[in-house]
């Protein structure tokens, strides 16, 4: 067990959202680097495009945890595990809820101005990984590269 | 600021400004005021998100359903003044051009 | 182990401290029953008196743990448990570090305006519970009650 | 905010403004700000804490060093504006008398 890691276990619930969002949304800024602890009092800075990223995509996976997963369960509790280094953040959440398949959910139509279905695919499109593994309890992994890799794909060119 | 939205009616238009979070937890609180808007048909609607910090997909379904029932009952829906997260949202759901950020 | 408990492991040093102060910041907001969770961007409410004394006699504890107890330590972690209820808020810290005697230290003596030694005095000013139990590992119990009592203390007066 | 300070020197005056929390992380960046003050002799330092949001015993520690610092060179200190949670802490310390507040 790495002993960086920043593990946290609390209530499945949305009441207790904001301990688990708070928690990744300050790891975050361990990842740029910040100096942390610093800041309490002041304005909360989700304006970095990568804590945008890391807290929007993972507040839609809680959500949808506390809401589908664990609905009707007793005194539910969540895991995190938070690993946050230079290069990025991992962000692993194991629930003792319902199971499901996420490949089931598709991508919602855009174009059609949806009302709903936008929780997953929020996620999928902010993030470099967005797993899951059917439990229980089940496990979601979410993770963020911090600097995108900026070498071009390599393309196979063919002649006709 | 969990959430905080005020309703201003100047002729045929009005306002509704919305600021702080509107989520899963605090969407709800807007519905009845979209649910009177719809209701009396208002001609156009003016949505300032300029003071609004996070927005999450129940929070964009709330402003999308906005969005269709005045339309559908004849009405325009203008929306402005996104910035920061929930402009990076409304982005990635391809909602800047529909409500003409 | 209640289930409504919430805890978290996490490196033990500065750099790490909001993580620790901002979960039992929002911890408070429970105890208030805010809904939680519904504020992330906006500024940082510590105004109540409540949340002032718990965020600030935590932090001062924090501090010395991770500046005197866990100094020179490779990879201290800390662990906190915080049970959150309308009657208040207790916050177990545990760290493996050095142990010390807090009977040892002194209150400050205020009108000598003091540049140090007064962290555990308002630790123990702000907090009805201030328990430490050496270790390893070492526990810190800080706890505090919501609703002071209102019953004034019962005073036996004697005719002399 | 971290911390966010600024000197501003006016005749005799020095207006010192510390915003943000002034804590163990934050304080030592005051330290070269309180020298020069104190080498300078500066005859009155006004240290405005309207901004402050939060304070602890390090931070305390500094605003301390600075009063007897100055004071010991023959300069005067004054302290305003404190509120909220640095507010409380100063009464606890019974410093408020000290400094005014
Ligand atoms: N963690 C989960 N456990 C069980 N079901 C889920 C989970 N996440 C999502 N789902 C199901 O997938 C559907 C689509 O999810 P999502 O894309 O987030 O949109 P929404 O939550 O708005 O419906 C949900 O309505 C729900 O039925
Ligand atoms: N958790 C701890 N482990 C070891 N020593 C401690 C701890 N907390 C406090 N101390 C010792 O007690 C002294 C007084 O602590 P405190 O009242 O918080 O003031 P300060 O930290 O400003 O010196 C510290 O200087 C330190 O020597």
Same mark, same amino acid.
């Given at each position: ?17 904001? #301990?688990?969002?708070?928690?990744? &949304?300050? &790891? ?11 800041? #309490? ?25 506390? +809401?589908? =997963?664990? &609905?009707? +369960? ?38 059609? +101005? ?47 | 600021?969990?959430?905080?939205? =005020? ?11 919305? &600021? ?40 964009? =379904? ?40």
């Amino acid at each position: 067990m790495d002993p960086r890691t920043i593990r946290m276990t609390a209530p499945c619930s949305l009441r207790h959202r904001a #301990l688990a969002v708070r928690l990744v &949304a300050e &790891a975050c800024r361990l990842v740029r680097g910040e100096r942390s602890g610093d800041d #309490l009092a002041a304005g909360y800075d989700v304006r970095d495009p990568f804590d945008v990223a890391v807290v929007s995509a993972f507040a839609e996976i809680y959500n949808n945890v506390a +809401l589908h =997963a664990c &609905a009707g +369960l007793v005194d539910p509790q969540i895991e995190l595990a938070i690993a946050a280094t230079p290069d990025g953040i991992t962000v692993e959440m194991t629930d003792p809820g319902r199971r499901f398949d996420p490949e089931s959910v598709r991508s919602p139509d855009l174009d059609a +101005l949806p009302e709903g279905g936008m929780g997953l695919h929020i996620a999928r499109a902010m993030l470099d990984v967005v797993d899951y593994e059917p439990g229980p309890p089940n496990l979601w992994r979410l993770s963020k590269r911090r600097v995108a890799a900026v070498d071009p794909p390599v393309v196979a060119t063919r002649t006709a | 600021m969990p959430i905080d939205f =005020a309703r201003a009616d100047q002729g045929d238009t009005t306002n509704l400004r919305i &600021a702080g979070t509107l989520d899963v937890l605090t969407a709800p609180g807007l519905a009845s005021t979209i649910e009177q808007i719809v209701e009396e048909r208002r001609p156009k609607v003016v949505v300032d998100l300029s003071g609004l910090d996070l927005i999450d997909s129940s929070g964009v =379904a709330a402003l999308v359903a906005l969005y269709k029932r005045v339309r559908a009952v004849g009405g325009q829906v203008q929306v402005t003044g996104a910035r920061d997260q929930p402009l990076a949202i409304f982005k990635l759901l391809r909602m800047d051009k529909v409500f003409l950020l």
